[in-house]
């Protein structure tokens, strides 16, 4: 269940730690209000999302990049090409994090 599976993944995070945080990835929530993204914007902060799906006409945002601290986010974008719209369902989002 994705809702186990986020709990466990925030036990890996030291809340603490001035370290720098990334967690991306594909996580199919559909409900914005939804437990799963309010545990994680309860960590990482929200993140403006960016609609990658449908790839031929993005309506949803199933897919997420966070940063801690969120500071660190310079920029996060779709890339939404010709070539992206066919290889993948989902379009692929792009980051710059200061490092």
Wanted: with cysteine; glycine share 2%.
């Amino acid at each position: 269940e994705r809702r186990h599976q986020v709990r466990h993944l925030l036990t890996l995070f030291d809340p603490d730690s001035d370290d720098i945080a990334i967690l991306m990835g594909d996580l199919n929530e559909w409900f914005l209000w939804g437990r799963i993204l309010r545990w994680l914007h309860a960590y990482f902060q929200p993140v403006p999302a960016k609609a990658t799906y449908p790839a031929r006409c993005p309506l949803f945002a199933l897919d997420r990049i966070w940063v801690r601290p969120h500071n660190k986010l310079i920029s996060l974008q779709v890339h939404n090409s010709k070539m992206a719209r066919s290889a993948s369902d989902h379009l692929p989002l792009k980051a710059v994090i200061r490092l």
